[in-house]
């Protein structure tokens, strides 16, 4: 299993529309995509800075199914026109790390 972690962050003002473009648009894009090995996307928010750090968490069965979904440069960061004009910053490369033990209680 491969994570790929990804953060971006907003003002205040656009938090919400941001949050909504996610789960209307961004997320149902993905899912349409139907990439081989997508397993879940997950969304994390925090208070940050005066502003939100938004946090996507996604998960894959490879590497190989990571790149399906962003291409040979797979770290770089996939972001939508509509969502880059609601972030004041982002990263500009995900971060992957394979999961080695995953504990359900």
Not at 5 to 14: E, K, L, R, V
Not at 26 to 54: A, H, M, S, T, V
Not at 74 to 82: I, Q
């Amino acid at each position: 299993m491969i994570v790929r972690i990804w953060h971006g962050y907003t003002n205040s003002a656009n938090a919400d529309a941001y949050e909504s473009l996610l789960k209307t648009k961004i997320f149902p894009y993905i899912q349409n995509k139907n990439i081989p090995g997508y397993r879940q996307i997950e969304l994390l928010k925090r208070p940050f800075d005066g502003g939100f750090e938004f946090v996507t968490i996604m998960q894959f069965d490879s590497m190989d199914d990571v790149i399906n979904f962003a291409g040979e440069d797979y770290e770089k960061a996939v972001v939508l026109p509509e969502a880059e004009a609601l972030l004041e910053r982002f990263d500009a490369r995900s971060q992957h790390y394979q999961v080695l033990e995953s504990l359900k209680f």
